[in-house]
């Protein structure tokens, strides 16, 4: 693409909204799945009884949920970035290109 | 036999050697079974269907387009279902329900490493990927730099994370089809280096993409009704499930002459955390490994060419990371499975009550148990049809990142016309398939344990820091990113070596004299790779440093909006 082409794009007040947008959607998504997992992970170092501890009067012990959560978690938290990009950030960078290409 | 089947224990080898069962295929030295005639009758129905697929897509692939991205035609649903095949290898589908049925909880542990990398990969590289590139990653890592020396680093990247995973896919299968199928190793070993080599040669991306598809539905479709019928005996109470196999594990230790109340922790320990975490440094480095090497997967990146868009690419990132974490807590249920079926039946065990075919067979006879023998035939030959699916899309990378990046770029300039890169990539996948055969039958007898995680570390720490700092980062120049590219590919491998499992459980070294003491050097090699591109594009005053950065607007334009974006077709 020339860098006129280029030039105008950014400077586009939409592009200068989504690219800051985004950006900041999807490092906060990521800084959140690093607290999740890590988190996990020096819960299972540091903590062990605390996941082997027993819930309720059988054998369920709370490390179960909290693994099948991290997995849900993970999905979801993909699900929730993937929602709002196909929506909202595409159509701001429908509207840029409309703008710009017309 | 007896003592090497011991030693290949999955979860011995998850905690001695840091292991990568999950994505590789860290089957150990296993026994050869009778021969299984349902479970060949199976995997040749599949064969046969697959190269019906194969000469479908032949007919297809006429451009280097077709040939690297299935001409970009791929629906988002599709390209999850064959990226979640690409991960889900044979290997974690048996060693992750062995690990569980062992230790439980620490086989969860293990699984969840291996999913945490897609939210990261769906946050800051798929779309991006999918705007920027056009057949390879180092399209992107390449895009505003000097093409050369960029394209050789990635090449390099690519090919060595490729030759790991292969060698530990090739092994994989010789041993499984020997547990399996009753055959030889040398038989599997040739049989998947000639039918990879033929789906790619002729399919090239279409009939790579479809394979992976078919096995992803089998696996997954196998593996529900596997963890249904399980359920299923139980009532779908996950405490019933639970309080049946803390009983029997308790059982089996009170049986081993253990006191009353020991017996009862052991049997307890199966819902906690065991030994699986050492020390939270080794904890930390390999979850860094696993969360990061996913995002530096050349086979895995590469997948998001062949979809026609930036919303299409992030569809199927969600729907492999969807299926991804379904399949892992599958697995886990049939883990559970096996230690309430199949470690109580007299019918699995030997005389010493250890697992016939040793204890990556878990899933196998419990396929036996809830299916019958006409399951089991069918499993089995999932099991295979896995590891072939993901060696395909392995030398498929491997072979774009020599005809596309290295021939096309690099020797001829860009100029090398389509039928030309298209032979050079057909060539090479021939060449990959002689490597990957003669390579799995010299690393029959080795430990192979450490390949994968090797993989995985190589592709954080060399191929993720480089695509991340060019596609995010203004100041990144070609020297900055070939030297660190480079500085993080070589102390990955490096560190491996010396690391407790290569240096003394693989080169027979005392134990203890390993220089480097981690299970795996991500936290160190990762941080290398990062600020080795950091220092050297920060001391970069060339003439070429200017022009980096001033393509940076430019680029950063285009990964955002996906104006310029190579186009649906490719063409």
Redesign the interface.
């Known amino acids: ?1 020339e ?1 006129d ?3 105008r ?2 400077s586009h007040p939409k ?1 200068q909204e ?2 800051a947008k ?1 950006s900041s ?3 906060w ?2 800084a959140a ?2 607290v999740v ?2 988190g ?3 819960l ?3 903590d ?2 605390l ?3 027993r819930i ?1 009067s ?4 709370l ?2 949920p909290i ?2 959560g ?3 978690f ?2 979801v ?3 929730i ?2 929602r709002r ?2 929506n909202e950030f ?1 159509k701001l ?1 429908d509207d ?2 409309k703008a ?2 017309k | 036999m007896k003592s090497t089947t011991k030693y290949a224990l999955p979860i011995a080898a998850l905690i001695g050697a840091g292991a990568a069962i999950a994505a590789g295929a860290d089957l150990g030295q296993a026994e050869k079974q009778a021969t299984n005639w349902t479970a060949i009758s199976m995997f040749a129905i599949f064969v046969v269907f697959t190269l019906f697929i194969t000469k479908w897509a032949a007919a297809k692939t006429k451009s280097a387009a077709d040939f690297y991205t299935a001409g970009g035609g791929i629906t988002g649903f599709q390209n999850g279902l064959a990226i979640a095949g690409d991960y889900m290898s044979a290997a974690s589908f048996l060693g992750i329900s062995a690990a569980v049925m062992a230790s439980g ?1 620490d086989g ?2 293990y699984s ?2 291996f ?2 990398g ?3 990969v ?3 590289l798929a ?1 991006r990927l999918r705007n920027l590139g056009k057949f390879t990653f180092a399209d992107v890592a390449a895009f505003r730099f000097a093409q050369t020396p960029v394209r050789v680093f990635a090449a390099s990247g690519t090919l060595v994370v490729v030759a790991f995973y292969l060698i530990a896919q090739m092994v994989g299968a010789g041993q499984l089809i020997k547990l399996l199928f009753g055959l030889e190793y040398m038989y599997a070993v040739v049989i998947v280096g000639v039918l990879m080599m033929v789906y790619v040669l002729f399919g090239g991306m279409t009939a790579t993409t479809w394979v992976q598809i078919i096995k992803a539905i089998m696996l997954l479709g196998g593996a529900t009704f596997m963890a249904f019928m399980v359920m299923a005996q139980f009532g779908f109470s ?2 019933a499930m ?2 049946k196999a ?1 009983e029997i594990k308790t059982g089996i230790a009170a049986k081993a002459g253990k006191p009353e109340a020991e017996a009862a922790a052991i049997g ?2 199966i ?3 065991g030994g ?2 050492k ?2 440094i080794s ?2 480095s390999f ?1 860094m490994a696993l ?1 990061f090497g996913t995002a530096g997967l050349p086979h895995i990146l590469m997948r998001f060419f062949t979809v026609p868009n ?2 299409e690419a ?2 199927s ?2 729907w492999a ?2 299926w991804i ?1 379904y399949f ?2 599958l697995t886990f249920i049939i883990g559970f499975g096996a230690i309430t079926f199949v470690l109580t039946n007299p019918q699995f065990l030997d005389a010493k009550g250890v697992l016939l075919g040793g204890s990556n067979m878990a899933a196998i006879h419990l396929a036996n148990a809830v299916g019958g023998n006409v399951f089991l035939g069918f499993i089995s030959a999932v099991a295979f049809a896995t590891i072939l699916a993901v060696v395909a899309g392995l030398t498929l990378s491997g072979a774009s990142a020599v005809s596309h990046d290295l021939y096309a770029t690099v020797l001829k300039g860009g100029k090398a016309d389509s039928k030309a890169e298209l032979k050079v990539s057909r060539i090479t996948t021939v060449c990959l398939g002689f490597v990957a055969v003669i390579l799995g039958i010299a690393f029959e007898k080795q430990n192979i344990a450490f390949m994968v995680s090797l993989a995985f570390a190589i592709a954080a720490s060399a191929n993720f820091p480089v695509l991340l700092m060019s596609v995010l980062w203004k100041g990144c120049t070609t020297r900055g990113a070939v030297i660190g590219g480079f500085l993080g590919l070589i102390s990955s491998v490096v560190l491996t070596v010396v690391s407790p499992a290569v240096w003394e459980a693989t080169l027979g070294n005392p134990k203890g004299s390993a220089w480097f003491p981690y299970t795996s050097p991500a936290l160190f090699s990762m941080t290398i790779g990062f600020v080795g591109i950091w220092l050297f594009s920060v001391l970069d005053g060339s003439k070429r440093a200017a022009q980096d950065k001033a393509g940076f ?2 680029q ?3 990964s ?5 974006a190579a186009g649906a077709s490719g063409h």
């Open positions: 693409m860098d082409l280029a030039k794009i950014a592009y989504l690219k985004r959607f999807g490092w998504l990521t799945m690093m997992y890590y996990f992970i020096l299972v170092a540091f062990k009884p996941l082997a501890s309720g059988g054998v369920m012990t490390g179960m693994g099948l991290v997995i849900v993970t999905i938290i993909t699900a970035y993937v990009a196909n595409d960078s840029i290109n710009v290409l | 909880f969860l542990i969840i490493g999913l945490v897609w939210p990261v769906t946050f800051l779309e996950p405490e639970f309080a803390v307890f320990s819902m906690g955390p699986f975490v020390d939270p904890a930390i979850g969360m930036a919303k992030r569809k990132v969600l990371t969807t974490g892992y807590i607007l430019a950063q334009v285009r955002e909006t996906g104006i310029g």
